[in-house]
């Protein structure tokens, strides 16, 4: 008998999510949601970076929750705004973030998609087994700095096509 | 400048935390610009992000605690250096490279274990905080450490620095597991953590790396205290004056 194929497993943490969503009785708040990106990474929804973490309705006020990737990152003013505004224009007028910092959060709440979304977009996305080059797939890269343009990312170059690029940071 | 009197143990505790990661998140920003080259410009600039990130999330804890609408701005931008309660070790001016490395890597070795045992608090906020720093203090670690080693095994100049460096901070790390009645009532309650009980396998962890790194040890013949109750170098001043600036020029501005 040959040995089975290993099949990907979706993280755990990303199923319970994608569960909690579709058990959502707010449908239409996810979808405003998801035209919220990432002001760093524009490719990128709030939900795709597993940022957001659950909206909810009290009364009239609209309240979504977020997990910040990093304590000191200065995309989540801005990640606030943007949310207030998408609700603001999809008719929601009170919305209030709730920021919660436990479970803190990890890169594998990053979704599929958005991993491929990064890696189009010229990023190399966390949690490869094998780091590629995001231009050529080369595998001949190395380390030029821990920290990339932003803490969430590490800068690296290709050494087959010589292109720098930023790595998502495994967290 | 109005005082913000702090009678609660935790909320103490919480702006204790908050001090130093402010402090030390400062004096890291100053690299801005300045660093050797660009990727560690970038890096310092990032770790000085989280350590300011850090410290909103503790100064916002201790407002919270309050009840009485203190922010994380009013612990910022409000208080005068016997009001600043950070170990001494943060305080200290960034210096060369070398300095602010050596610094980095012994409070990153100290952090990285304080915050693992903070995880364990019955506080749940603290709990929290500490769950979200130390997998940035586990990062902060590789990069520190990986410095040590190269500036002691490069050149002799970057060793000379470096074992300057070392000689200096050396009396102001017993600071960092000094235990005061407040974190001993506390941590009676479970909810701080016990610094004295690492010192030494931060002791063990430290000498290991710098004598492969080609350090001298520096005699332990000299120590400094006072942060935490106040009580400061000459350098915090000038620091908040910088920090401090906007808040003090026009009080209350926002952007």
Redesign the interface.
């Given at each position: 008998m040959s040995a089975p194929d290993t099949i990907d497993l979706m993280p755990l943490e990303q199923y319970e999510a994608e569960q909690a969503r579709r058990a959502s009785p707010f449908p239409r708040l996810w979808e405003v949601l998801d035209t919220v990106k990432d002001p760093e990474i524009p490719v990128l929804s709030i939900w795709e970076l597993g940022i957001l973490r659950g909206v909810e309705v009290a009364g009239d006020t609209v309240i979504v929750t977020i997990t910040?990737t990093?304590?000191?990152?200065?995309a989540m003013d801005a990640v606030a705004e943007d949310i207030a505004a998408a609700m603001q224009a999809a008719g929601y007028h009170d919305c209030r973030i709730n920021t919660r910092?436990?479970?803190?959060?990890s890169t594998s709440w990053m979704s599929a998609a958005g991993r491929e979304k990064l890696r189009t977009y010229g990023i190399a996305p966390p949690g490869e087994a094998r780091l590629h080059c995001p231009h050529c797939q080369s595998t001949n890269v190395e380390l030029?700095?821990?920290?990339?343009?932003?803490?969430c990312k590490a800068?690296y170059q290709c050494r087959a096509c010589s292109e720098p690029f930023d790595r998502f940071?495994n967290? | 400048m109005t005082r913000i009197a702090i009678e609660n143990p935790v909320e103490m505790y919480a702006v204790r935390l908050g001090d130093d990661a402010l402090v030390l998140?400062h004096r890291l920003s100053e690299w801005s610009s300045n660093a050797p080259f660009l990727?560690?410009d970038?890096?310092l600039?990032?770790?000085?992000?989280?350590?300011?990130?850090?410290a909103?999330?503790f100064y916002t804890y201790a407002g919270q605690l309050r009840n009485d609408g203190t922010t994380e701005d009013d612990y910022a931008y409000l208080r005068d250096c016997r009001d600043y309660y950070n170990l001494l070790i943060h305080e200290l001016p960034r210096g060369d490279f070398a300095f602010s490395m050596a610094r980095q890597y012994l409070v990153d070795v100290f952090n990285l274990a304080y915050l693992a045992e903070l995880q364990q608090s019955r506080d749940?906020s603290l709990?929290?905080?500490a769950?979200?720093?130390v997998?940035?203090s586990t990062?902060h670690l590789?990069?520190s450490n990986d410095w040590i080693m190269r500036l002691g095994q490069g050149t002799r100049e970057s060793l000379r620095r470096l074992q300057d460096a070392v000689v200096e901070l050396w009396g102001f790390t017993p600071e960092l597991f000094a235990m005061d009645a407040l974190e001993i009532d506390l941590l009676a309650q479970g909810i701080a953590v016990d610094r004295a009980a690492l010192r030494d396998s931060w002791d063990r962890q430290v000498r290991a790396t710098l004598e492969a790194a080609g350090v001298t040890m520096p005699e332990p013949d000299w120590q400094v205290d006072g942060g935490r109750q106040g009580v400061h170098t000459e350098h915090l001043g000038h620091l908040l004056g910088e920090l401090q600036f906007v808040q003090r020029a026009y009080p209350g501005l926002e952007w």
């Open positions: 910040p990093y304590s000191g990152c200065p910092w436990a479970p803190a959060w030029v700095s821990e920290f990339g343009s932003t803490a800068l940071k967290l | 998140g990727e560690e970038l890096a600039s990032n770790v000085a992000l989280d350590y300011i990130g850090r909103r999330m749940e709990a929290a905080i769950g979200k720093a997998k940035e990062y590789r990069r």
